[in-house]
């Protein structure tokens, strides 16, 4: 990890795109309470009314008064949505009407009882799915909510008060509250207000009073709402601690570092050292050392789940390669600067051999070394393999060799011991142990060396087939023998070990460069990649399938042309997940493990450009740590690979798309040229024509070209709009200018209604494109005055709350047609029985120049008739003290000029 | 007084040689950017209408070139309504600009407008309407009334008066007014509007045109 104190970038990042999308959502306001009450519609309402007195756009979703008069009061004044009437059997039941509550788009939207289930019909089950769309439609809501309906404290809740609350809220969407707001009473006032029938009313608060109004369920209740909130606030604190804390995520200089062994201890002393680093607020690291000791599937997996869990944790996860782990793992921890080494307390103290806790601690030095009694973890999941005391079935033929050599040697020298004397057969067997270690395992040899020694001993030392040694010189000989050889077959074996690692690793290495080479260097990437895949076929021993991410940056439902073997439907499931999550996912880790393959992200720096996933032939039981790595490293090339050639594509895509562009351009200009052309030329005759051009029929062609006129104009910013050429000029524009500059545009058709303009006073200026602005404003009053009857107001309103412009033109005319208020901003659209002389096209520019500044544009009745069209912006409003009369000195010399 | 017509479609350049001879303009026609300047290094009209959709060339690229040797009154005549065209135009020397379809009675009244700022460049005063600005003394009078301003906004007036009926951009006047440091404020510009619309109380329009500039008109003339 990093020793200097930045901030962590993906931290950074995670914080400003959940701020991005913050920002586009609503924010959602939860009112909590501990039963029902407690006055949380009351406090609702309270802050419904003080938001309105703000300027703000209040709607009243739903609002459940149970009678209560206090609350009834409070409703007055607000606008009420009429709920929807769902036929359901022979009755009719009423609910909240969500479509037409998005479609209001109020500022701030009021929804009773989140944990509510909704009528059979409606759109969503439950009342919070309804909460949730609502947010991600950009509106702010405020809800009521009682504690006992929150997931997480059903359980506690039941065991409290006996009660099974069937309507719960899921936690996450709590987690989403901007605020969450308790109202708190005492019990006493509580029970005070059922028994005045504040709460329930007449029978119904008898039977609430002895069943769930218990005074220690309240109490009960009480705390858990508290507590909830606490914890909340907590939460809030830390995070405020968290963001302050950003440029230096790391309190103090030190490092932990826990050493991961392929043992069920392991997983507790990784838990451990993440609890201690945590308070210390520092890195750790997570170190295994690779022995020269074969390692059992059991103990693979044990590993595999150690340093998994320990990634999972937020360790980095070494790798270290060496015999004596006391010392690699000092070697390690000097290496990284580690301050503190985490190791596990033997439960058992063998007499004669020193545990890795004592030679670790003999070793260390200046660095703390904390043994910790490990707590045996999940044992592995496969079936328990014994220790095997005696030989695997691969041994058993080493031990043969062994023998055999030993006994065919044995029978050379007899031959040959007259002749060369007793001494020669010794190094003849040092040699043959030599030779034979390079091929055999420890064991084996050790049981060779062993052999050797009593063969020579019994059949060329004299006394002759006896073990007894006659003299001191031959005593010392055997023993020197003995130790010889021992040694040199260690050191062979040894040799033979790490040459093995090497030789993989170097296997390894090499895949990888071929990998690199074969994908990267290909003219064909297709066939690159499939060249890419059989190497690492060849190296993991597995089938892959490489799905590579769309340009929509969606995984498609096929994998790439070039993978050995196509994974089903449910296969690419598992693939999604691991995109989704950019976590290793199937066969061998703790997500989705029944699938047949396993899945890796490809992930680069920036994006994640798809997954792999391998199916590992044979019946393998675990994915080892070494073939991981590797499989990760193959991923790494695979997703560079990939990223660049997503680059390329993408560079040259710009290069078509401008052109494109640029010819799109070029056709507007000339189609308005041509179109253009003879208007003007008709208009300029018509007005040169003096007196003449009184002529009714002159009057026509005026009329008809004014018409035309209009039509081309639409139809030239609908193609531009629909090429996206539209790119908004944003500058700073004031609200007055715009609406009167609207007005103006709107045209004649405007001059034989009364307009009123009703702009709030301190409305600031607000940083939009005024033009675009304009013409889609100028487009609704246009419609506006088209189809109302004339001398009918029209009226133009200007609002602003938070960052948000609310544009409003009402007129007095026959309304929208109902069903249609949305269809009305479609292209060509007439409404039933419209005047003639309209294009159809006046409010879908409208629309898609208010959407091209980042805008959106409703429609809808007026209950008291006639047509309400909105524009409801997200724009900067300029602070009000920048007057630019900043510069007098400048000015007074500009002022000469 | 000559006009010079530079446009490549012969049914507008008629109209138009229609509606400008009878207001006793001299008219020469060019059809093509290239035999308009020629036409213009020739004949030194008094005022030269361009289109900017030519055969040969950009008309901007006409304008351009034109700029470099003579200061002549400009008007664009185009089909090209977007706001970053005019404005192009504009700052690159063009004194105003109509679109086409246009009304010749506008197109006219501009003509006059933008060749009538090159008479009175040199005087102490600037008169438009009811408004008068004495250059030296720094007063300004609105139908015989001083008005008190403030130095930013005699500055901005100036600069709109100087011009009085011809678009001036944001830009010119943020230039013109606040120096360096004025470029991007447009909200300089919209305050700034705002107060002389206050003082000048109706007597002289100062128009917004979106996206491109601000113009003082007298409503009466």
């Not at chain 1, 070793?363 to 910790?372: A, E, K, Q």
Request: charged share 25%; proline share 4%.
């Amino acid at each position: 990890m990093n020793d200097d104190h930045r901030p962590d970038p993906d931290a950074l990042l995670a914080q400003v795109q959940r701020e991005e999308i913050e920002e586009k959502r609503g924010r959602l306001y939860i009112i909590l309470g501990m039963c029902p009450g407690v006055g949380k519609t009351y406090a609702m309402l309270l802050l419904a009314r003080q938001r309105q007195n703000d300027g703000l756009k209040v709607l009243v979703g739903v609002v459940e008064t149970h009678g209560r008069k206090e609350t009834a009061v409070l409703l007055e004044n607000l606008t009420i949505l009429p709920r929807q009437q769902i036929a359901h059997g022979d009755h009719t039941l009423e609910e909240f009407d969500l479509d037409t509550a998005i479609q209001r788009r109020p500022d701030l939207l009021l929804v009773d009882e989140l944990a509510h289930t909704n009528a059979p019909g409606s759109r969503h089950l439950k009342r919070y799915q309804d909460v949730l769309e609502l947010l991600d439609a950009g509106i702010d809501v405020v809800t009521t909510l009682n504690v006992q309906h929150i997931e997480s404290q059903v359980d506690i809740v039941r065991q409290v008060t006996g009660v099974a609350v069937q309507e719960t809220v899921p936690d996450s969407l709590l987690d989403r509250a901007h605020e969450i707001q308790l109202v708190d009473l005492s019990v006493e006032k509580l029970m005070g207000r059922l028994t005045e029938g504040k709460v329930y009313l007449g029978e119904r608060a008898q039977a609430a009073a002895e069943g769930f109004f218990r005074e220690g369920n309240l109490t009960a209740l009480r705390e858990l709402a508290l507590r909830f909130t606490a914890e909340r606030v907590d939460r809030d604190l830390e995070d405020i601690r968290k963001a302050r804390r950003i440029s230096s995520p790391w309190k103090t200089n030190a490092r932990l570092m826990v050493g991961v062994g392929p043992t069920p201890y392991s997983e507790s002393l990784i838990r451990w050292t993440r609890r201690a680093s945590g308070r210390h607020g520092c890195p750790w690291l997570a170190v295994w050392v690779e022995g020269t000791q074969p390692v059992s599937a059991q103990e693979q997996d044990l590993l595999a789940r150690g340093l998994g869990l320990a990634r999972r944790l937020g360790a980095e996860v070494v790798h270290a390669m060496g015999d004596d782990v006391a010392a690699t793992l000092l070697e390690v921890a000097r290496d990284r600067n580690v301050s503190q080494i985490v190791v596990g307390k033997a439960d058992r103290r063998s007499r004669w051999q020193a545990t890795l806790a004592d030679r670790v601690i003999a070793g260390s030095g200046d660095i703390d070394v904390c043994v910790v009694r490990p707590v045996i973890g999940r044992p592995s999941n496969l079936p328990e393999q014994k220790r095997r005391k005696f030989a695997a079935p691969g041994q058993v033929r080493e031990y043969g060799i062994a023998l055999g050599i030993v006994v065919v040697l044995t029978g050379v020298c007899w031959q040959l011991e007259p002749v060369v004397g007793y001494t020669v057969p010794a190094l003849v067997y040092l040699l043959a142990i030599l030779l034979t270690a390079f091929q055999i395992s420890r064991l084996p040899m050790i049981f060779m060396a062993g052999l050797s020694a009593l063969a020579w001993n019994f059949f060329f030392i004299t006394p002759k087939f006896t073990f007894e040694v006659g003299s001191l010189q031959d005593m010392i000989l055997l023993v020197i023998f003995f130790a010889v050889a021992l040694s040199m077959g260690q050191l062979t074996t040894r040799l033979r070990v790490r040459e093995i690692a090497e030789r993989r690793r170097q296997l390894e290495t090499d895949a990888l460069l071929r990998v690199t080479q074969s994908a990267a260097l290909s003219p064909e990437t297709g066939k690159g990649l499939a060249e890419a895949l059989k190497i690492i076929n060849s190296v993991i021993a597995s089938d892959t399938a490489l799905v590579v991410r769309e340009l929509d940056r969606t995984l498609p439902a096929q994998a790439h042309e070039a993978s050995t073997w196509q994974p089903l439907a449910h296969e690419l499931g598992v693939a999604n997940w691991a995109y989704a999550n950019k976590q290793i996912a199937g066969r061998f880790t703790d997500t989705l493990p029944q699938a047949d393959a396993t899945w890796f992200p490809l992930q680069t720096a920036t994006s994640v450009m798809g997954v792999l996933g391998l199916r590992l032939s044979g019946n393998t039981a675990a994915l080892d740590f070494n073939r991981r790595q590797a499989v990760e490293a193959f991923s790494l090339q695979l997703a560079l690979v990939l990223e660049k050639e997503h680059f390329i594509h993408a560079v040259s895509q710009a290069e078509v798309l401008e052109k494109s562009e640029r010819l799109r351009r070029n056709l507007l200009d000339s189609v308005s040229h041509e179109l253009k052309t003879p208007l003007a030329v008709i208009r300029a005759s018509i007005e040169g024509m003096g007196e003449s051009a009184a002529n009714p029929y002159v009057v026509e062609i005026d009329t008809a070209t004014k018409r035309l006129q209009r039509l081309v104009d639409g139809l030239l910013q609908m193609t531009r709009l629909e090429s996206q050429v539209v790119e908004p000029q944003l500058e700073w524009c004031d609200v007055n200018e715009l609406l009167e500059g609207a007005v103006k545009a709107a045209g004649d058709a405007m001059g034989s209604h009364p307009v009123k303009i009703d702009i709030a006073s301190d409305i600031p200026l607000i940083q939009t494109d005024q033009a675009l602005l304009l013409q889609a404003l100028a487009n609704i009053l246009h419609n506006s005055a088209v189809y109302s009857p004339v001398q009918s107001a029209i009226e133009l309103t200007a609002r602003h709350a938070g960052q948000r412009l609310r544009l409003t033109v009402r007129d007095y005319g026959p309304g929208l047609p109902p069903g249609e208020e949305s269809r009305v901003f479609g292209k060509f659209y007439r409404a039933a029985g419209a005047p003639a002389g309209g294009t159809g096209l006046g409010l879908s520019i409208a629309r898609g120049f208010v959407q091209a500044l980042g805008g959106d544009i409703a429609g809808w009745n007026d209950p008291d008739g006639g047509a309400v069209f909105e524009i409801l912006l997200k724009a900067e409003f300029l602070a009000q003290d920048d007057d630019g009369a900043c510069f007098p000195t400048e000015i007074a010399q500009a002022a000469q000029v | 007084m000559t006009a010079l017509i530079i446009d490549d479609e012969i049914q507008i350049r008629r109209l138009l040689r229609l509606a400008l001879e009878s207001r006793n303009y001299t008219v020469r026609e060019a059809e093509s950017g290239r035999l308009g300047l020629q036409e213009a290094a020739f004949h030194r009209p008094e005022v030269v209408l361009l289109d900017l959709g030519l055969p040969d060339m950009d008309g901007l690229e006409v304008l351009k070139n034109l700029r470099e040797w003579s200061d002549v009154p400009v008007l664009i005549l185009s089909v090209r309504d977007q706001e970053n065209v005019k404005v192009a135009a504009l700052e690159n020397g063009a004194d105003d600009y109509v679109t086409k379809p246009f009304s010749t009675a506008e197109l006219v009244a501009r003509l006059a407008v933008i060749q009538r700022r090159r008479h009175g460049n040199d005087a102490p005063e600037i008169v438009t309407g009811t408004l008068r600005i004495c250059l030296d003394s720094h007063e300004v009078f609105l139908a015989g009334e001083m008005l008190r301003m403030t130095p930013t906004e005699y500055a901005f007036l100036c600069a709109l008066a100087r011009h009085a009926g011809k678009i001036v951009t944001q830009r010119q006047l943020l230039r013109e007014v606040w120096g360096q440091q004025g470029d991007g404020q447009t909200h300089y510009l919209r305050v700034y509007a705002n107060h002389l619309r206050k003082k000048l109380g109706g007597k002289l329009i100062i128009q917004n045109e979106p996206g491109i500039g601000y113009r003082l008109l007298d409503p009466v003339g």
